[in-house]
């Protein structure tokens, strides 16, 4: 999948006809499931709710219910129409135990109908201007449905004003057949050639209207437009799409969105938005992981969620939108907590191996950095006699043995100043968890993107001190197999994506997976620091300072697109909040990592990798090449060097512009030999005759 594939629809100019004609489901109307049938899926779940068991399979049952109905028609007459008594008749012959609840089942079915359709924004735009330009508008489809309901869901999705509806079931024939088109062109009294009929199907609403001397255009099928490969895969082969109500109502909205969201009827799709990434991945990433958090939260009578910043952020804003909905009585807080908050108050000694393990970053870093993110002032004249120029030294203690050795015994020498500094944050943040209430609720709920369960760990010796009978149940994303040390029975950690998964040891996949998940979740705000007091007033205090914090616009898109979505698929009344299953959204996830379109490739690749601020211009971005094809030939290692060090692979080689690049890394990268069956046999050989030859 190159482009996206999002559609906007280049209707015929309406000048030359008198007449403009509509079919209505999957043209002006769509619904928010996958496939129409999957309506009685949610029909299901109402009736066993209220009823129980006996409703059990009644979805399958609906449906052979109205194949069996038409096929009875249809074997006497093509041209013939059936309606919604004639597809009851048969459902209570094949099972006569609901006879008692045909009226209700009927209703229920009319109001689901009703709940999932949402008008097609292009076709409305253009039906609207049909009626400006004082055209005669008309509705024509074959459905079972009753006119007066039909009428009504015309109404309420905004078309209104049009001038006749005809309906097969109400007049005896179909489309299908052609008949309908000659009572349409005798109840009109026009020509043929004065009428242009917009439809969905090739058969039905071209050919034979057509056959009729009509004029005829065919509008894209949402759901041929989708690109179920990212809904599907080897590794998740016992799942299949669309087995729940729920799942359906994902792919039914993941299908519209190509044709009815208003972001895709641009002239020229915008190759910088991120609208669509948060509607068809952020948005179904974070409505799952949300929805799961509450069924836990429920059943262990969780009843505040503490949303760690800086992921929690948008985390919350999602959890708030679905709360609306839901209603339930967990209270959400937006809680200050970070790496360096949660690490330095628990200091020991020697402070300079104990600062190191967790300050240090990976390439090279001016002094100051470290001075600041301890807050230690150290003049220049002791700067100097522990072997340092000034605080502006470029130092790469990751790297550079004499580097750490020369930090950690900067560090060492300010024990006492650093112990002080350690203490007193400790007193700090143990007020700010009294004042949030985390010292006195025994279950706890916290909220993260996760990754290695260090955080809790740490949070989990600031609360039981004080609070010993507190449960802690930590809910991310995802948990990688060297979490599990970071939990016992007071301090449980539940991954939503990944539950303690080493990826086949393959570490460097895993970070990719957090790496863009941290893009997806950034905040307007720097990383926290630790709590100050002024004034006898706790006050967060960050790592940079930033008066004007705000998110990068593409992120702000992608915001705007998956809370779009969550409101989409919350929309539809169910008898529970619908969730959606780990294995889709991981599958959706991983497919759209190594597989993305070019448009995602650059709107996300073209991102500073610290993406909750405008990039300043010496940033590095996130998965777009520096390297060119001169400083390859000059330097072929360069190329070598950037692809291992980004932070995006899939992404990094699609936004290459140069084929020859192109080639080295697809024919030299283990990340593409691998999944190329032929060149991974090649690369598995040679591979070996280099360890034996090496032996």
Known sequence: MKYSLARTIDFPSLNNYKVISFDIFDTALLRMVLEP???????????????????????????????EAVSKVWSLDRSAEINLDDIYSTLLYLNPTLKPFEQEIKEVELRTEKSVIVPSHQVLNYFNQARKLQKTVIFVSDIYLPKEHI??????????GYDKLFVSCEVGTNKASGKLFDIVIND??????????????????????????ISAYQVPRADNLLNTSRYRSEKYQPYELKTTASESLFCGLQKNYLLNSKKTQQAEPNPSSGYSIGYQVLGPLCYGFISWIIQHAEEKNIKQLYFIAREGWFLKKVFDEINLVAKTDIVSHYFYGSRRALFFPFLSKPVGEFLCSFLISKGYTKLSKYLNIVELEIDDDRLRKLGFESKDDLIAPKLNKQDRSRLEALFDSETEQVERLAQEEKSNYLEYLQQVDMLSNKPIGLVDSGWFGNGQKKLQKFIQSSNPDANIFGFYLALHA??????????QGYGYLYQFDNFNDDIESFLEISRMVEVFLSAPSESFKKFS?????????????NDNPKLHPTVEQMHEGALDFVRDFVRVPTQQIPTLPNHLVANLLENYIKNPTEEEAFSIGTLPYDARTVAEDNEPMFAFPEVKLADFLRNPLSLDKEFKSTFWRSAYYQNHKSPVLKFFLRYTQKYFIT?????????????????KLKR
Do not use: C
């Open 37 to 67: 049938r999957e309506v009685f899926l949610l029909m299901e779940e109402e009736l066993v709710e209220k009823h129980g068991k006996v409703f059990l399979g009644f979805s399958d049952l609906r449906f052979k219910a109205e194949l």
């Open 482 to 491: 060297r979490a599990e040390i970071n939990f016992d029975e007071k301090s």
């Open 151 to 160: 009428a009504d869901i015309l109404e309420t999705s905004g078309y209104s």
């Open 675 to 691: 999944k190329d069956p032929s060149l991974s046999k090649v690369y598995d050989l040679a591979y070996r005759t280099y360890k």
């Open 533 to 545: 007091k002024q004034d006898g007033v706790l006050k967060p205090v960050f790592m940079k300072k």
């Open 188 to 213: 009109l009294k026009v020509k043929p050639e004065e009428i242009l009929h917009i439809g969905d199907s090739q058969g039905s609403d071209v050919k034979q209207a057509q056959l009729k001397g």
